[in-house]
């Protein structure tokens, strides 16, 4: 050994290894699983408490799908069915939101209020907003039509798991107290956990949107 030369200790640090690397990534992975699912159990539980109606002066009807040739899908047939329920229970002003989509023939409020002018309902009584891409704007649109009118407490008719978080945006938008009717959607289990793990994330980005302002 040379004078003044040291010999260097073994260094105690542990290097992580692969396996530890995946056992991390796995609990991370499940941490995202339970997280998840608990976003679809918060939008199940807020679709099971929506209050009934308690008084309203005018009907929003959120659109849906409308088929190649032109006649309401299956959800915005339930819609559809939902909004005369409610209509003839209380007729009042009835506002029907959508503006045409890639593969859609027609605006949907277009064919909304088709349907219901042909199933009684007067056609003055049946206001379109058929310019509106989203949930945001269908009710901002709304509140413009309604406005005109003096019409501050709306029911908002849409499927029921997306009922709670469109009338949030209705309150967001300036709606006095707005109430709710959800129709149904498709029971299948396929077809049921596709629209709830959808709402779930929509309801994340409602929040950012809404508390952490970001343009999304």
Same mark, same amino acid.
């Given at each position: =050994?040379?004078?003044? +030369?040291?010999?260097r200790?073994?260094?105690?640090?542990?290097?992580?290894? #692969?396996?530890? %690397? %995946?056992?991390?990534?796995?609990?991370?992975?499940?941490?995202?699983?339970?997280?998840?699912?608990?976003? /679809?159990?918060y939008?199940?539980?807020?679709?099971?408490?929506? @209050?009934?109606?308690?008084?309203?002066?005018?009907?929003?009807?959120?659109?849906?799908?409308?088929?190649p040739?032109?006649? @309401?899908?299956?959800?915005?047939?339930?819609?559809?069915?939902? &909004?005369?329920?409610?209509?003839?229970?209380? @007729?009042?002003?009835?506002?029907?939101?959508?503006?045409?989509?890639?593969?859609?023939?027609?605006?949907?409020? $277009?064919? =909304?209020? +088709?349907? =219901?002018? &042909?199933?009684?309902?007067?056609a003055?009584?049946?206001?379109?907003?058929? %310019?509106? =891409?989203?949930?945001?704007? *269908?009710?901002? *649109?709304?509140?413009? /039509?309604? $406005?005109?009118?003096?019409?501050?407490?709306?029911l908002? #008719?849409?499927?029921?798991?997306?009922?709670?978080?469109?009338?949030?945006?209705?309150?967001?938008?300036?709606?006095? $107290? @707005?109430?709710?009717?959800?129709?149904?959607?498709?029971?299948?289990?396929?077809?049921?956990?596709? *629209?709830?793990?959808?709402?779930?994330?929509?309801?994340?980005?409602?929040? %950012?949107?809404?508390?952490?302002g970001l343009?999304?």
């Amino acid at each position: =050994m040379k004078p003044h +030369e040291t010999t260097r200790k073994p260094s105690t640090r542990r290097r992580p290894t #692969v396996g530890r %690397l %995946l056992r991390l990534m796995g609990w991370l992975a499940l941490l995202a699983v339970v997280a998840y699912g608990a976003l /679809i159990g918060y939008v199940c539980y807020r679709e099971a408490h929506v @209050p009934a109606p308690a008084g309203y002066d005018a009907i929003i009807v959120l659109g849906a799908q409308v088929k190649p040739d032109g006649e @309401p899908s299956v959800q915005l047939h339930w819609r559809l069915d939902k &909004a005369l329920e409610m209509y003839r229970a209380y @007729p009042c002003v009835v506002v029907v939101c959508g503006a045409q989509g890639g593969m859609e023939p027609r605006p949907e409020a $277009d064919v =909304m209020r +088709e349907w =219901m002018i &042909a199933q009684g309902v007067p056609a003055d009584q049946v206001y379109t907003d058929a %310019l509106s =891409m989203d949930t945001r704007e *269908n009710m901002e *649109n709304a509140k413009t /039509i309604l $406005d005109g009118m003096g019409l501050t407490r709306p029911l908002v #008719v849409t499927s029921d798991y997306h009922l709670p978080r469109a009338m949030a945006i209705a309150a967001d938008a300036g709606f006095d $107290d @707005p109430q709710g009717a959800g129709s149904l959607c498709r029971p299948e289990f396929e077809f049921w956990f596709q *629209n709830h793990s959808r709402e779930a994330l929509a309801w994340v980005k409602y929040w %950012l949107v809404r508390y952490v302002g970001l343009p999304l």
